[in-house]
């Protein structure tokens, strides 16, 4: 039997299929079977050293830490010839310890290659998080030149799709600052460019000489020469979203085949970001163009007469809407100025759609602004014969100064009648009524003339304001007779104080709670006596300018 329980030499493991070797202790190897024989062998050949009684260091280390006889002993790791083990020792005889090796190579590599899978997962995720946080193009483009720079390379470029032979270019590097430039450039002059700008596969990094890498790719300031280049494709929907650009310079190693492969995998999600923030600045910017043409013009003096309007929409976050007004200047002083404020049924996008088409047509229609009963025609049977299923009532109005009065003539098609606020305070009803447009195959409407003294103003108002639910009740109307006595005070006011006064009242009112477009538009004859034409240049569009989104 083996002394202290121990294991005799040359019985239990001379077979084993995994390395055992017995060392005395001293540290001095005893005896090895044939596998550990061969591994050390193999050591010996590769040159690896040893301690001094022929344990590799790490065991011998682990060796003269072995505690007395009978207490726990932990395993150890290490490698031998370039292959890893796990070491577990057991007591033999005479104080001698029996070392079993258990190869983990493979183990390791697993678990390497398991970890460089979940942190390059991780940096994706960081990376996608970091594309994605921002729509601005400019921005994208450079958080994916920084984080190239920062995570995979020690240079980046990206070059954006090119006008012509232009490219914008994002430079970055590692401690330094992110620069751009546009410039023309012949993308023939690095292999695999101008074929990743059309967004085909990329070339291997193996068929670029980094030497012939053209100037204007390095960043301004990169120090060093040019050792690897990766060149990558950015996919974008539909069409590619530009080119990334790696390198590294000679003094560091040269990318890998995995480095290669991680770089497609971060262009890809580089290039969905890019993408994406050029689609939204597209579709920005086609709705910026829109709503110049659906917002209200902003308003001021037009041939010795005063406009202000004020258009809020339903929704605060919106800015167009179901209400609307529109000024179209006559020639010159002695014409007519063609007015209109309307109000679309329904609210939001839609109702928007239907005000657009109402204001192009009323538009077409301004040669024969003159007569308001053929106007209204010609629109009712436009919106019956259209695929809108939405009416509207409108008022028209059609203003010249004369003789130092403003002389109105007032239809309404189914709108509340506006208001005239005389210079004393008496508020008075405009005596027109009619039908709604788009709703009857016939549209039926009465006009009255009004006069304006000087500092007398008319207001056109939307339901939205009379309408409005609110007050100390929380659920009562603000109806005509608040509206009316406010507007006692408004007397010689000018027109832009006026609409302000009753949009602040009505919104007061409201509070915070819900309400639907509210628009309001005042006529006014200035006090000022000047009857003189628009301040710039003398035309009377010149201050009917469109809002800006």
Known sequence: ??????????????????????????????????????????????????????????????????????????????????????????????????????????????????????????????????????????????????????????????????????????????GGEVTKAVMSIDTGTLPGLAEALQGFPPVPTRWIDPGEVPDWVVPPGFAGVIGSVIVTPLPGHGVPAGVLILMRPSTQRAFTDGEEVFARLFAARAGTALSAARLYAEQASITATLLRELLPPRLERVHGVEYAGVYRAAQDHERVGGDFYDVHPGVDPSGETFVVLGDVAGKGLEAAVLTGKIRSVLHALLPLSGDHQQVLALLNDALINSHHTRFATLVLASVRRSAGQVRLRLTSAGHLPPLIVRAGGRVEEAATGGTLIGALPEVRARSVDVVLAPGETCLLYTDGITEARGGPLGNQLYGEARLQEALRECARMPAEAVVERVQMLAAQWLGGGRHDDMATLAITSPTDGHDALDVVGGHGDSHLQREEP
């Open 1 to 174: 039997m083996p002394r202290d329980g121990g294991v005799r030499v040359g019985t239990a493991w001379s077979n084993a299929p995994y390395p055992v070797l017995v060392a005395d202790r001293a540290g001095d190897i005893v005896e090895t079977n044939e596998v550990a024989h061969c591994l050390f062998a193999h050591a010996a050949e590769a040159g690896e050293s040893l301690a001094a009684g022929g344990l590799p260091h790490w065991l011998a280390e682990a060796h003269h830490r072995l505690p007395s006889v009978g207490a726990p002993r932990e395993a150890v790791s290490g490698a031998v010839a370039g292959r890893t083990f796990e070491a577990h020792p057991s007591p033999g005889e005479g104080g001698d310890v029996v070392w079993w090796l258990v190869e983990d190579t493979d183990l390791r590599l697993a678990e390497r290659a398991l970890r460089g899978e979940r942190e390059r997962a991780a940096l994706l995720a960081e990376i996608s998080s970091a594309l994605l946080s921002s729509l601005n193009v400019e921005r994208c483009a450079e958080v994916t030149a920084r984080m190239a720079a920062d995570h995979l390379a020690d240079a980046a470029v990206i070059i954006a799709p090119g006008q012509g032979r232009r490219h914008a270019l994002t430079y970055a590097q590692v």
